[in-house]
């Protein structure tokens, strides 16, 4: 779905970006993790074709289906394949709405770039349907609402909303949780995967927390000044970290750490093997919810002995 292939960004003679390349399956979700100033922003924004002008990128981008090669593409068409081919969900909502446009006409809006002709209502229906689908609260009310009315976590939903507006082929997410507490956090991923899953939409997912690409890929890739530097499959990078940097990424982490109640979550190695999910599921690293209500929630099956909570359903049929 995406091919990535020894893409370069360049700041004049400075690279920043070097010789990265990957490719991301229709449905398949990959991790994209690496410290600061590692270069993750820039090859997601690369891909989209949205670097600042002082930037340069080469190498090669293609999505399938698109006859054109993206890097170096003219302006005209990488709108065209924006927000309907690829979109991008980034860290900052607030920076990435208008703050002076009410919800629902952002929405419509960015269903209709792709949608010219159609009937305003029947946009306005979709925009709606699109934010009852991220589970916009009081969704009457709150499509009515400006930007800043709204809580981040609820931000988000609306980025997301169109984002997904017009079904792309990829997703990119930037970040897209960082801001939010752990709750808020997960019920944001959960949207995503849910997203992705009914688009069958290939999913690159940048993030500094190992914990939330143990919870949403399958396969990460670790970047390290500006190049990637280790890839595989999420369990084994993660529990057989073959590069210097990755280890010391996962040391750092708090994928070994004890919850507020002293219960063991998330030891790499104890990822469960993907067959031994229980349907529907995903292993949860962290799970930030109460006693309480992690006592309402249905027995999984192949809860670990040592609680509960490590298990929540996201989509799927659980
Ligand atoms: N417009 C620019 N001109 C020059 N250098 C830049 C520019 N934008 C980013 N850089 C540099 O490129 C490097 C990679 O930046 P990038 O934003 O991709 O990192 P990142 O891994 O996404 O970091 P973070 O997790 O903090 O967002 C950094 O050293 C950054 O300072």
């Known amino acids: 779905m995406l091919a990535v292939d020894r893409l370069g960004v360049r700041a004049g003679e400075l690279d920043l970006v070097t010789e990265v390349s990957f490719t991301v399956s229709a449905g398949e979700r990959v991790g994209l993790i690496g410290e600061s100033g590692s270069g993750k922003s820039l090859t997601a924004t690369a891909l989209l074709g949205l670097l600042p002008e002082e ?15 993206l890097v170096g593409a003219p302006e005209r068409l990488l709108t065209k394949l924006r927000g309907s081919r690829l979109a991008m969900v980034f860290q900052e909502p607030m920076t990435a709405l208008n703050p002076a446009m009410r919800v ?11 949608h010219p002709g159609r009937d305003r209502v029947l946009v306005e229906a979709d925009a709606l349907r699109l934010l009852e689908q991220v589970r916009l609260p ?17 931000r988000q939903r609306v980025l997301l909303a169109m984002a ?24 944001l991923l959960e949207l995503i995967l849910a997203g992705v ?21 399958e ?27 990755t280890r010391g990424l996962l040391d750092a982490s708090d994928l070994e750490s004890t919850d507020e109640h002293g219960r063991l979550h998330a030891i790499p190695g104890t990822v469960p093997a993907a067959g031994e999910f229980p349907s529907g599921c995903v292993f949860r690293t962290r799970c930030g919810r109460a006693d309480e209500q992690c006592a309402d929630l249905p027995p999984w099956t192949g809860v670990p002995d ?4 490590c298990w929540h359903p996201v989509g799927g049929d659980s």
């Open 138 to 154: 009081e969704v009457a009310t709150l499509a009515r609402a400006y930007p800043h009315q709204l809580s981040g976590g609820q």
């Open 104 to 114: 629902i006409d952002q929405v419509a809006e960015a269903r209709e770039v792709h």
């Open 306 to 309: 040592h609680g509960h909570a």
């Open 55 to 69: 930037l340069t990128a080469s190498g090669s981008v293609r999505v399938a289906g698109v006859e054109h090669e």
């Open 219 to 245: 396969r990460v890739l670790v970047m390290y000044g500006g190049r990637v530097v280790e890839a595989g499959p999420v369990r084994e990078v993660l529990t057989e970290p073959r590069h210097h940097y």
């Open 197 to 217: 899953a009914e688009r069958g939409a290939a999913l690159l997912f940048i993030t500094h927390d190992l914990a939330v690409v143990a919870t949403v890929c």
């Open 164 to 187: 997904l507006a017009n079904d792309p082929d990829v997703l990119v997410c930037d970040e897209p949780t960082t801001a939010l507490d752990v709750t808020v956090q997960a019920q």
